[in-house]
């Protein structure tokens, strides 16, 4: 069974950093697309990056590029977002997801971690 935990959430002031952790179990995940998703308060949740877990090829939303940076540990299966010039419009859950390779559908998700960013 697919298991996604996120981690590195907290309070940070404009202008920080922050560094997301999602550790996943359960399967092979060198077939999988991975990606982290946002959802602010009153907000649908947004795509926000992925990376292709074998080829180490990224997406970004436009309004994090140049500020987040999406990597991948293969020996401890374990996915990164490091948030740099963090804004007050980041705040939100921040979740991770992973996607069977092919089928483009997160089909497994994580719990959530809060990212807040005072002004």
């Known amino acids: 069974q697919v298991q996604l935990v996120e981690s590195g959430g907290g309070l940070v002031q404009a202008g920080g950093s922050l560094r997301l952790s999602c550790a996943a179990s359960g399967r092979d995940f060198s077939g999988y697309t991975m990606g982290w998703f946002r959802q602010a308060p009153g907000k649908e949740r947004e795509f926000v990056a992925a990376?292709?877990?074998?080829?180490?090829?990224?997406y970004y939303r436009n309004s994090v590029k140049g500020r987040f940076t999406i990597s991948r540990d293969n020996a401890n299966d374990t996915m990164y977002l490091r948030m740099n010039s963090l804004k007050p419009e980041d705040t939100a859950v921040y979740f991770c997801?992973?996607?069977?390779?092919?089928?483009?559908?997160?089909?497994?998700w994580g719990q959530g971690t809060q990212v807040t960013v005072s002004s």
């Open positions: 990376i292709i877990w074998s080829a180490d090829i990224t």
């Open positions: 997801a992973a996607a069977e390779g092919g089928t483009g559908t997160y089909g497994h």
